[in-house]
C-alpha cells in the first residue's frame, strides 16, 4: 500500500500530453538470447513473447554492441556505440565519457511524459537520468530461493565464495518456490502498478527482468515443462540448457503478466511495446557457456517491435540495438538528439522490403588477455579481429551457420578480408570521433 502511494505521489503535476501520442513500455531481459519460440527453438515455451511477435515485428537478425551487460546498456540507453561511451566493463560510468549525454529514458521525461524504470534497466546507477518513479527490487528473493533449491536437491554442491549462493558448480536449481516469490514477480507487480499509475497519462516504461540471468533459478513447473530428452548436448551441460530455458519460460510468464495489464488497461493499440535481451548468450557453442563472445551466439539478440500503425512481420536485414534509441524517437514523432549514432528502424517498420544495414559491429575485450576485439557481421559472413595481432577469423554463414571453419587465410577471400578491414576501420573512426 506504501509503495502504491508513494508511486501516486511520484506522478503527481506529470503534464498530460496529447492523447495521439504513444505510449513506450520498452522491456530489458538480462542475459536473454533468441531462444525463443518465436525464433525456432522447439524446447522453450515463450507464448507471451511469442504473442508480442505475432503482433509486432520481430527482427530476426539484431546485435548487440558489446556482449556485456553494463557496455551493451550503456550503448543503446545513450544511442552511442561502446567506443564513444568509453564504458568496456561493468563498472564505469557512461558519465565518464559523456558526462551531458541524455539517456533514452530521460529525452522522453525531457519530452513531457511520465517516466518510470523498474527492475534492472541501467547496469550501473545513471545520477542524471531522474524519473518520476523509479523502482529496483532487491537481488535477495531469488538468492534465498537457488541456496535453498540447492540444498534441497544438490546438497553435494556447496558454495565456495564468501558470499551466499556464490561459487557453485552448478549455478541452477529447481525451486519449490510459488511465483510471487521470486524477484521477476515482482517486478513485474511494480510494472503493472505503474501502468495503473500512469494509465492517464502518456508514458515511457522502462521494465528490466533478471531471469535468465544465473544463478538458472525458477519454480520446478518451469523445469518440468523442458523436455530435456529433446536438447541436444550431454551431462550438466543438458541440466544446465534445461534451467536456462525454464528461466526463460519463468521470465515470459511475467512479461506475460505486464503484457496483459496492458491490455486490460485498453493501452496496447496507443503503446510502442519494445522487447530485447542486453546481449546474446553462448549455450555450449564452440564449448563456450555464457556471454563475452564475438561469435554468433555471444552478439545475437531477440529485438521485437509492437508499434501502432505497425503491420506484423518478420524483417531479415541487419539490426542493431544502438538503433533502439532512433527509432523511439521517430515512432513517437520526437527529433532524435545530435548526439545519436544509431538509425532508425522505422523504415524496416514501415516496409518490408527496406534494407537493414550492411553490417552489424559488436566489440568485446577477452576476459583474460584483456585484448579488445571486433567483429563485422554482414548478410553472409562475420569476420572478427584482436588487436594486438591477436587473429582474425572470417566465416561463411551461408555454409557455415556454426562458425567453425576459418577462411581468413585462404587466398581466394583475400579481397574479402581486405574489405572488411577498411569498414571496420571507417566505423571505428566515425564512431569514435568527439
Request: charged share 25%; glycine share 6%.
Amino acid at each position: 500500500m506504501m509503495r502504491s502511494f508513494a508511486l501516486f505521489l511520484a506522478l503527481l503535476g506529470a503534464p498530460v500530453l496529447h492523447a495521439a501520442r504513444p505510449n513506450v513500455l520498452f522491456i530489458i531481459v538480462d542475459d536473454l538470447t533468441t531462444t525463443l519460440s518465436c525464433h525456432g527453438n522447439t524446447s522453450v515455451h515463450t507464448p507471451a513473447m511469442d504473442a508480442l511477435a505475432a503482433r509486432g515485428v520481430r527482427f530476426e537478425h539484431a546485435y548487440t554492441q558489446f556482449a556485456l551487460c553494463n557496455p551493451s546498456r550503456c550503448s543503446f540507453l545513450t544511442g552511442c556505440y561502446p567506443e564513444k561511451t568509453g564504458v568496456m566493463d561493468l563498472t564505469t560510468s557512461l558519465r565518464k565519457a559523456l558526462p551531458e549525454v541524455v539517456t533514452l529514458p530521460q529525452y522522453f521525461k525531457d519530452h513531457g511524459y511520465a517516466t518510470g524504470r523498474i527492475g534492472k534497466v541501467f547496469h550501473v546507477a545513471d545520477p542524471k537520468t531522474k524519473l518520476d518513479v523509479e523502482l529496483r527490487t532487491a537481488l535477495h528473493k531469488d538468492t534465498d530461493n537457488f541456496v535453498e533449491a540447492k540444498a534441497a536437491n544438490d546438497p553435494g554442491d556447496k558454495p565456495h565464495g564468501t558470499a551466499k549462493g556464490e561459487g557453485y558448480n552448478r549455478a541452477y536449481a529447481a525451486s519449490a518456490r510459488p511465483a510471487a516469490d521470486f524477484t521477476d514477480y515482482q517486478i513485474a507487480d511494480d510494472a503493472i502498478a505503474t501502468l495503473d499509475a500512469f494509465k492517464e497519462k502518456t508514458f515511457f516504461l522502462a521494465v528490466g527482468f533478471i531471469r535468465p540471468h544465473t544463478p538458472y533459478v525458477a519454480p520446478r513447473a518451469f523445469f518440468e515443462a523442458i523436455d530435456k530428452n529433446r536438447l541436444s548436448t550431454h551431462d550438466e551441460a543438458l541440466d544446465a540448457l534445461q534451467a536456462y530455458l525454464a528461466a526463460t519460460g519463468f521470465v515470459d510468464s511475467q512479461i506475460g503478466r505486464v503484457l496483459a495489464r496492458l491490455n486490460e488497461l485498453k493501452l496496447a493499440e496507443n503503446t510502442i511495446v519494445v522487447l530485447t535481451g542486453d546481449h546474446g548468450y553462448q549455450l555450449g557453442e564452440h564449448g563456450l557457456w555464457a556471454k563475452q563472445t564475438l561469435f554468433e551466439g555471444g552478439t545475437h539478440v531477440p529485438l521485437i517491435i509492437a508499434a501502432p500503425g505497425v503491420k506484423p512481420g518478420v524483417r531479415t536485414g541487419l539490426a542493431e540495438q544502438v538503433d533502439v534509441y532512433p527509432t523511439l524517437c521517430d515512432l513517437a514523432g520526437l527529433p532524435r538528439p545530435k548526439h545519436l549514432q544509431g538509425r532508425s528502424l522505422k523504415p524496416m517498420l514501415d516496409d518490408p522490403a527496406a534494407k537493414g544495414r550492411q553490417m552489424a559491429v559488436s566489440t568485446m575485450v577477452a576476459t583474460n588477455t584483456k585484448l579488445t576485439g571486433h567483429s563485422v557481421r554482414t548478410d553472409a559472413f562475420r569476420y572478427i579481429v584482436w588487436d594486438q595481432n591477436g587473429g582474425e577469423l572470417l566465416y561463411d554463414l551461408r555454409t557455415d551457420r556454426d562458425e567453425l571453419h576459418n577462411l581468413a587465410d585462404q587466398p581466394a577471400q583475400a579481397e574479402r578480408m581486405k574489405r572488411m578491414r577498411e569498414r571496420l576501420a571507417t566505423h571505428l573512426k566515425t564512431v569514435s570521433a568527439p
